[in-house]
């Protein structure tokens, strides 16, 4: 059936097939989260001649900060 295969395709869910989307948490996008962390951390690495040393803490805040929120870099 070609109307069948259409809807599979555009929704990405075999038709008939529920998805229970209760028990998964919402989870944010990166580019929100640790907005603070960020900024401080990418304006160390571009001022900096050396920035993964001078800016090691910051990395590390950031990447801790991510982490939190279930990201892994």
């Avoid at 038709?15 to 996008?29: E, T």
């Avoid at 990418?42 to 929120?69: H, R, T």
Wanted: with cysteine; charged share 25%; net charge negative.
């Amino acid at each position: 059936m070609p109307g069948s295969e259409s809807a599979t395709l555009e929704n990405k869910v075999p038709i008939g097939l529920k998805v229970d989307s209760s028990n998964v948490p919402a989870r944010p996008k990166p580019c929100c989260v640790c907005v603070d962390e960020k900024t401080a951390r990418d304006e160390c690495m571009l001022m900096s001649d050396n920035g993964n040393v001078k800016c090691a803490e910051l990395i590390q805040n950031y990447k801790n900060c991510m982490k939190g929120y279930g990201f892994e870099l």
